[in-house]
C-alpha cells in the first residue's frame, strides 16, 4: 500500500461527501435542524433526493450523466424552499397578540448536547479509527473487492453509466438481460457521479459511508434522543432556583459525557457499518442501515413536536422524507424502520383510541388508510416480495444466535463469531439503561430492542415455517444485527447517563472517577475491535484471504490491464464470471456476456449459452448462440488453489464456461500468473 494511492483518491472521497451529505444537509438547515441533528440526518435526506432524482430524471429521458447533478440540485432547492417559508409563517404567529410566549418550546427545544466539544471529539475519534480500519483492509483504493454481490454492485455502476438510468424501477436492466425489474439504485446512481472508474468511485463511496456517515448518525440521533425537555419558568425562592440549575448543568454535563461515550463505542461496533460493507458486501442496504439513525432522529424530533403541540409540520416533512429515502436506498429500510417505530405506533395509536369520540375516529380512519396504502404498496411489489418469500436458507442455532447478537460478533461468512467480545461493554451499558425503562425516553428504545432480537434470534434459529418471517432479510441474521445495535446504542447512552448523573438511578459505590473508568473501557473496546474490522475489509480486498474463495488475483488484473489496448472497439468477451473474468470489464472497460454472477433470466440466450456444450464448434448451438450474443472473444482462467485460504471461489451455474475448448480458437494473449495462466482468445470457429 502506496500513501500516494490514498492521495489519488482524495478527488473521489470528496466528492462522496459533497454527494452524500451536501443535498441532506441543505434541506436540514432550511427546515430548521442544526448542529449534529442536521449532520445526521443529512443522509437520508441526500438518499431521498438522490433516489427521487433518478426516478425523476429516468421518466424525463435524461441521462443520468451528467444531467443527474442538475436533477439533485432542482430536487434539493424544492424540498429545501417550503422550510424557510413554514418557519417564516411560524414567526408571523408567533409575534400576533393571541400567541403566548413559550420558550423552548417544540421541535427546538432546549438541552441540546450537541454543542459539546466531548461530542466533536467522539465523532472525530469514531470516524480516525472506522476510516483507518477500512484503509488498512483495503490496501489499496485501486484494489477491487471480491465478493458476490460486489461484482454484481460494480457492474451495476458500469451499467448506469453506460445505459444512462439509474431509476430503481428498471434502471439496471441490462444486468437481467434486458428485463425491467426494481432493483434499488440510489447507491450506484451516486457512485456513477464520481470520478474514476468503478472500483476507485465505489471504494472511496465505501470510506466514507462506513467511517463517516455512520458516527455522524449516531450522533445526531444520541444528542436528539437524551435532549431536554423545554423548562417552564416557575416562582421559587432563589436558592432553590440556584440548586436547581447548579443540578440541571450536572445534569447536562452528564448527559454530554454519555452521548459522547456511545458515539465512541458505535466505532466498536461489528455488525454495522464494517460487515456489511465488506464480508457481506451489500452496499445499497448498508447505505440504507447508516441512514436509519439519521431517519431516527427526525423522528424523535417529530414525536417532541406532536406532544408540544408546536411546530409540528415543521419537524413531520423531514421526518417522512428522511424515512422514505432509507427506503429508496434499499426497501428492506422500510421493514427496519417499522422494527424501530413499532413500539412507539403502538402506543401513540392505543392513546388515540382511548380517548374516544372523533380523536377515535380520525385515529381509526389513519389506521385503514395505511393499511391500504400498505395493501397496495405490497400489490405493486409482489414480485420482488414473492421472491423474497420463497428464499431458502438453512436454519442454525438460537442459543448460538442469541449471543452473537448480544455482544455483537460477526454472525456471517468465516469470521462468524471470531473476534474479542468487547461488546460486553456496550451490552452492559445497555444493560444499565433498561433500568429505566418505565421512563417515556427510553421504553421505546427498550421494546424496539426486544423486537429486533427476538427477529434475529427467530431468523437465525432452527428451520420452521415462522422463521419466513425474516424473509424481508432474505433469512440472514446478520442483515438484521444492525436494527437491533442502533437501540442498544441509545440505551447504552441512558446506562451511562444513570452511572455519570449525581442524581442518577445507578450509584456507582466506591467508583470515583466513572466517567474515566467508562472512556477507557470504551477505548479498550474500540481499539479491541480494529483488528477484526481489518479481517472483515481483507476477506474481501487480499486476494490469498476472500471469503467464499479468490475470484481473482492481482496478476490476473494486471493481464487484463493489458489486454484493454489489444481488444478493438466494440469487442464482445465471454467468460466464466466465477473464474473472476467480470473484472475484464471493470479493469479494461470491455463489453462482457456475463458482467455479474447472477443467473441469467430464464429463456436468455445467456442462460442457453451457459448450459451448451462446451465446444464452439462450427455449426454447433453454442456458435449459434456466441453468433447471436455478438461475443468474439473468450476469455480462459487456469488457477491452482494453493496458498489461498479458502480455495478458488466455487463454479455456480458457469461451470461449462470455465472449461471451453479451445480448438479452433486464436490465441490473442497470454500470462503466466505464478498459480496458473490466463489467456485471450479469438473465437475463430464460429465464423
Known amino acids: 500500500m502506496s500513501p500516494l494511492d490514498w492521495w489519488r483518491a482524495v478527488p473521489a472521497t470528496a466528492t462522496v461527501l459533497i454527494l452524500l451529505l451536501g443535498p441532506g444537509l441543505v434541506i436540514a438547515r432550511a427546515w430548521g435542524l442544526r448542529r449534529w441533528a ?6 437520508p435526506l441526500g438518499s431521498a433526493v438522490v433516489g427521487l432524482a433518478e426516478i425523476l430524471a429516468a421518466a424525463a429521458g435524461a441521462r443520468w450523466l451528467p444531467w443527474g447533478w442538475a436533477a439533485i440540485a432542482a430536487l434539493t432547492c424544492a424540498l429545501a424552499l417550503p422550510g424557510p417559508l413554514l418557519r417564516a409563517r411560524r414567526r408571523t404567529r408567533a409575534l400576533g397578540p393571541s400567541a403566548p410566549s413559550r420558550p423552548g418550546g417544540g421541535a427546538d427545544a432546549t438541552g441540546d448536547v450537541g454543542t459539546s466539544r466531548l461530542v466533536t471529539g467522539a465523532v472525530g475519534a469514531a470516524v480516525c479509527a472506522l476510516g483507518a480500519a ?3 483492509g483495503m490496501g489499496s483504493p485501486t484494489t477491487p473487492p471480491q465478493a458476490f454481490d460486489a461484482v454484481f454492485h460494480l457492474a451495476a455502476v458500469g451499467a448506469v453509466r453506460e445505459g444512462g438510468s439509474a431509476s ?19 447507491w450506484h446512481g451516486m457512485v456513477a457521479l464520481l470520478p474514476g472508474g468503478a472500483v476507485e468511485a465505489s471504494n472511496a463511496m465505501i470510506l466514507v459511508v462506513g467511517a463517516v456517515a455512520w458516527p455522524l448518525g449516531i450522533a445526531g440521533l444520541l444528542t436528539e434522543a437524551l435532549r431536554d425537555g423545554p423548562r417552564e419558568p416557575a416562582p421559587v425562592a432563589e436558592s432553590v432556583a440556584a440548586e436547581a440549575d447548579r443540578d440541571a448543568r450536572a445534569a447536562h454535563r452528564a448527559r454530554e459525557k454519555a452521548v459522547a461515550l456511545s458515539i465512541l463505542l458505535s466505532a466498536a461496533t461489528a455488525g454495522a457499518p464494517v460487515l456489511l460493507l465488506t464480508a457481506l458486501a451489500v452496499w445499497p442496504y448498508a447505505l440504507s442501515v ?7 432522529t427526525l423522528v424523535v424530533r417529530a414525536r417532541r413536536a406532536a406532544a408540544q403541540r408546536h411546530g409540528r409540520a415543521q419537524a413531520a416533512v423531514p421526518a417522512v422524507l428522511a424515512v422514505l429515502g432509507v427506503a429508496l436506498a434499499h426497501g428492506t429500510g422500510l421493514f427496519n424502520a417499522a422494527i424501530l417505530l413499532l413500539p412507539v405506533a403502538v402506543g401513540a395509536v392505543a392513546k388515540l383510541l382511548r380517548r374516544g369520540g372523533r380523536t377515535r375516529l380520525i385515529a381509526l380512519v389513519c389506521l385503514v388508510a395505511a393499511a391500504l396504502a400498505a395493501a397496495a404498496g405490497a400489490w405493486t411489489m409482489r414480485g420482488p416480495l414473492t ?3 420463497n428464499y431458502e436458507r438453512e436454519g442454525g442455532s438460537a442459543v448460538g444466535t442469541f449471543f452473537q447478537a448480544l455482544i455483537d460478533l460477526p454472525q456471517y461468512g468465516p469470521l462468524a463469531s471470531h473476534g474479542l467480545p468487547v461488546g460486553v461493554v456496550l451490552l452492559a451499558l445497555a444493560v444499565l439503561g433498561l433500568r429505566g425503562a418505565r421512563d417515556e425516553r427510553v421504553c421505546p428504545w427498550a421494546a424496539a430492542a426486544l423486537v429486533a432480537l427476538v427477529l434475529v434470534v427467530l431468523v437465525g434459529g432452527p428451520q420452521w415455517p415462522g422463521r419466513q418471517v425474516g424473509f424481508p432479510w432474505y433469512l440472514q441474521k446478520s442483515r438484521i444485527e444492525p436494527v437491533l445495535l442502533i437501540p442498544m446504542l441509545v440505551l447504552a447512552a441512558h ?9 442518577g438511578a445507578v450509584r456507582p459505590g466506591r467508583l470515583r472517577r466513572p466517567a474515566a473508568v467508562l472512556v477507557s473501557l470504551a477505548l479498550v473496546a474500540v481499539i479491541g475491535r480494529i483488528p477484526l474490522q481489518i479481517a472483515l475489509a481483507r476477506s474481501v480486498y487480499d486476494a490469498e484471504r476472500i471469503a467464499f474463495g479468490t475470484l481473482t488475483t492481482p496478476q490476473e488484473l494486471a493481464f487484463y490491464a493489458s489486454v484493454g489496448d489489444v481488444l478493438p472497439a466494440g469487442a464482445v468477451v465471454v467468460g466464466s464470471p466465477s473464474r473472476g473474468v467480470t473484472y475484464l470489464g471493470l479493469v479494461a472497460d470491455v463489453e462482457l456476456v456475463y458482467p455479474t454472477r447472477v443467473h441469467p433470466m430464464a429463456g436468455s440466450a445467456e442462460l442457453d449459452l451457459a448450459r451448451a456444450a462446451p465446444d464452439p464448434s462450427p455449426g454447433s448451438a453454442t456458435c449459434d448462440l ?3 450474443l455478438g461475443a468474439q472473444y473468450y476469455v480462459s482462467v487456469e488457477r491452482s488453489p494453493h496458498g489461498l485460504r479458502y480455495g478458488n471461489a466455487s463454479l455456480r451455474w458457469d461451470d ?17 500468473t505464478g498459480r496458473g495462466a490466463v489467456a485471450l482468445w479469438r473465437i475463430t470457429a464460429c465464423g
Open 38 to 43: 442536521a449532520a445526521g440526518a443529512a443522509v
Open 134 to 136: 477500512l484503509i488498512i
Open 168 to 186: 430503481s424501477l428498471g434502471g439496471l436492466s441490462a444486468l437481467y438481460q434486458g428485463a425491467p425489474v426494481y432493483y434499488p439504485s440510489v
Open 290 to 296: 447508516v441512514a436509519l439513525p439519521g431517519a431516527l
Open 387 to 389: 421472491t423474497m418469500f
Open 495 to 503: 446506562g451511562a447517563v444513570a452511572l455519570l448523573s449525581p442524581g
Open 626 to 628: 456466441v453468433k447471436r
Open 656 to 672: 461449462r464456461l470455465a472449461a471451453w475448448s479451445t480448438r479452433g480458437m486464436e490465441l490473442v494473449s497470454w500470462a503466466d
